[in-house]
């Protein structure tokens, strides 16, 4: 039976990488019992097992995770210094201030945990995108963050008022999920590159139906695009 939190997308000697479902917590909540850590260790039956990154609970798609203390030392390097490419799928139905290009700008937090994207530049979010329009007035943002900030991507598609749809916390109209999806990554590992792309499968605005392969094919893989300048 298809494990409801996650499935598997490739395991190695030091590390897995699973496609995250849409609506999981990272960690165990009390009235709904384990999160998507220890429903991967316990699925997958290993003895170690090591977060070195997390996705909203909202958000779908790829996660990575050590199988070591030695890899999560190494991963949790290659995050901190940006060496590993992140790339994300996301779909607004508002129209947005600029269609591509660059957001930045420092991050502070706002009301009731949420963030805000201010205009200095001290130590700023930044996140290149691409978009995309879909039918019935959707687009769809390819994103690349450059910085690790907590809610980055979506305070950024809220700040050029194209936000998230479902993402109701920063002004997105409420919808069957929220549309945010990781969907690829990149990055070198003990000398050999590995590389990963993951479609999203929840959703109605992310199925096939809405979700064309004329666009698609546009953008995978992303590593490969002429990204905006920094």
């Known amino acids: 039976m298809p494990n409801?939190?996650?499935?598997?997308?490739?395991?190695?000697?030091?590390f897995i990488v699973i496609n995250k479902s849409a609506g999981t917590n990272f960690h165990d909540e009390y009235e709904v019992g384990q999160g998507l850590f220890n429903q991967v260790k316990h699925?997958?039956?290993?003895?170690?097992?090591?977060?070195?990154?997390?996705?909203?609970?909202?958000?779908?798609?790829?996660?990575?995770?050590?199988?070591?203390?030695?890899?999560?030392?190494?991963?949790q390097q290659l995050f901190n210094t940006h060496d590993i490419e992140k790339y994300y799928l996301a779909i607004s139905d508002k129209k947005p201030k600029k269609k591509q290009g660059l957001i930045k700008g420092d991050m502070d937090k706002s009301r009731r945990g949420s963030y805000k994207l201010l205009r200095s530049q001290d130590n700023p979010a930044i996140t290149q995108f691409f978009s995309y329009g879909?039918?019935?007035?959707?687009?769809?943002?390819?994103?690349?963050?450059?910085?690790?900030?907590?809610?980055?991507?979506?305070?950024?598609?809220?700040?050029?008022?194209?936000?998230?749809?479902?993402?109701?916390?920063?002004?997105?109209?409420?919808?069957?999920?929220?549309?945010?999806?990781?969907?690829?990554?990149?990055?070198?590992l003990a000398g050999q590159v590995y590389s990963y792309c993951c479609l999203p499968t929840e959703g109605e605005y992310f199925s096939p139906l809405n979700l064309p392969t004329t666009t698609l094919d546009k953008i995978i893989p992303p590593w490969q695009l002429n990204w905006p300048k920094l």
């Open 43 to 75: 699925q997958l039956n290993l003895a170690e097992l090591y977060p070195v990154h997390r996705l909203d609970k909202m958000t779908s798609g790829l996660v990575i995770m050590a199988k070591n203390l030695a890899a999560a030392q190494q991963f």
């Open 134 to 188: 879909l039918n019935h007035g959707k687009r769809l943002y390819l994103l690349k963050p450059h910085s690790g900030k907590t809610h980055q991507l979506r305070v950024a598609l809220n700040s050029i008022s194209a936000p998230i749809l479902g993402d109701t916390r920063y002004a997105g109209n409420k919808a069957d999920r929220g549309y945010l999806h990781a969907f690829a990554l990149k990055f070198m």
């Open 4 to 14: 409801p939190f996650f499935t598997l997308i490739d395991q190695q000697d030091n």
